[in-house]
């Protein structure tokens, strides 16, 4: 007296299902080949897997998905494509082009030091990624890539850099100490 009673219906069903498994693609650099040159060496095959999933349905309704096991069937096969690297710098999977690259000497400097001033030469803030160059070697304003240092543009001049000699800017006065002086790669970006 007083109670309810609900009848309600619960299936556990099992099935097995074929599973695509997705292939990656594989970037390969050849640095005889142009920058832009773009070829699929090899086309990538999905694989597959075998997976048996096990399911609750209570009143008509799945209530519950598991995956309980899986068994590979076929492995997928990568797809490798090849870039042209000639005169070009592979960072971070990305080609970037360069029109020209030599070794310069390189000081580090901070606008945190004394005496120095927060604006270099063109008038932009002095901060990481601002180097100080020797306008007849270097343009002011181009860009450029130094090994150790990153990517950067040229905005500064400095009494002591004629020639191949490059300061670059840092936030701190101790990572220019930590910089010191060094013999680095710089490439001109197109």
Known sequence: RGMEIHVSSMIETAYHMIQPLPYETVTTFNDTLPV???????????????????????????????????KLLKDPVARVVEKGS??????????IPYSNSFTVSATGYSRMQANLSDYTYTGVL?????????PSVIPLGTK?????????SCEDTGGAIKGKKIDLCFNT????????VQSVKLYILD
């Open 36 to 70: 832009g040159h773009e070829a699929v060496l090899k086309e990538g095959v999905p694989g597959y897997q075998e997976v048996i999933v096990k399911e609750l349905i209570v009143d008509g309704e799945v209530v519950s998905s598991n995956l309980t096991e899986s």
């Open 126 to 134: 002095a901060e990481k990624g601002v180097i100080a160059v020797d």
């Open 144 to 152: 450029v890539y130094v090994e150790g240092y990153g990517f950067a």
């Open 173 to 180: 006065v101790e990572e220019c100490y930590q910089w010191g």
């Open 86 to 95: 000639a005169n070009a710098l592979v960072i971070d999977n990305e080609v």
